[in-house]
């Protein structure tokens, strides 16, 4: 038997209907991207609408990620996604915040790693399908933490790369910025793993205990052997 696919009109009109459901801050982040777009092109500046354009699209792609594998992603850390590659892409190099603001890096490298690291995390209690006992806390944050370095040490390699091949100035001050965002990397997922091994172990309240508890719940086929206390 064989499965034809919907209409697009009425895969668009699902799609609409599924970003409606979005946090405001998301549907705000769109709205200002699209405008840009097309203020973009009036004004001849490609360059920006190019930027625009792109960004737009990977801030949909959590959304389509979590359609395509039927994954409920908590609408809190959704937004997070969001605004993050708004602020990394579209305020960091159309709105040049890197240079107009030396704490924006710091901050966008140490919100990212906490963010890794409570992936990190959540994805090795997946594999175990969330028992806790096959095994301990502590190298399942230790993973989450190997994890947010990993992803923070090929950002570098990609900065590194860009610099290099296409003249860019992605590293800043060069060897110095690339110690200071992986020392910040390193906060952040320490924090991160150490929140994620503490509510496992022993079922506390830890500042994204919520995020987490949220997740697990609400995907509970892929947590079946996970039990609170």
């Known amino acids: 038997m064989t499965h034809q ?3 697009l009109k009425e895969r668009l009109q699902d799609l609409m209907a599924k970003a409606r459901s979005q946090p405001l801050v998301m549907r705000l982040v769109w709205v200002a991207l699209l405008a840009e777009f097309v203020a973009g ?3 001849a500046r490609y360059t920006s609408s190019f930027i625009a354009l792109g960004t737009f699209g990977l801030t949909l792609m959590p959304m389509i990620f979590a359609r395509r594998f039927h994954i409920y992603i908590p609408r809190s850390f959704m937004a997070g996604i969001v605004l993050f590659i708004f602020a990394t892409l579209f305020l960091g190099e159309v709105g040049d915040f890197y240079n107009r603001y030396w704490w924006w890096d710091i901050v966008l490298h140490g919100g990212s790693a906490l963010g890794f690291g409570l992936v990190g995390f959540i994805a090795i209690f997946m594999l175990f399908q969330g028992d806790r006992y096959a095994a ?3 190298a399942m944050g230790l993973f989450a933490f ?3 370095m ?3 040490a090929i950002w570098e390699i990609f900065e590194y790369t860009m610099d290099q091949a296409f003249g860019t100035n992605m590293q800043k001050s060069g060897l110095q910025d690339t110690m200071w965002d992986l020392i910040v990397d390193a906060g952040g997922g320490l924090v991160g793993a150490v929140s994620g091994a503490i509510y496992v172990a022993f079922d506390r309240d830890t500042p994204f205990a919520s995020l987490i508890r949220d997740f697990i ?6 947590f079946g052997k996970y039990r609170s206390k």
């Open 5 to 7: 696919k919907r209409p």
């Open 217 to 222: 719940t609400r995907n509970k086929r892929l």
């Open 41 to 43: 092109l009036v004004a």
């Open 150 to 152: 990993s992803i923070g």
């Open 146 to 148: 190997c994890f947010a």
């Open 136 to 138: 301990p806390p502590w």
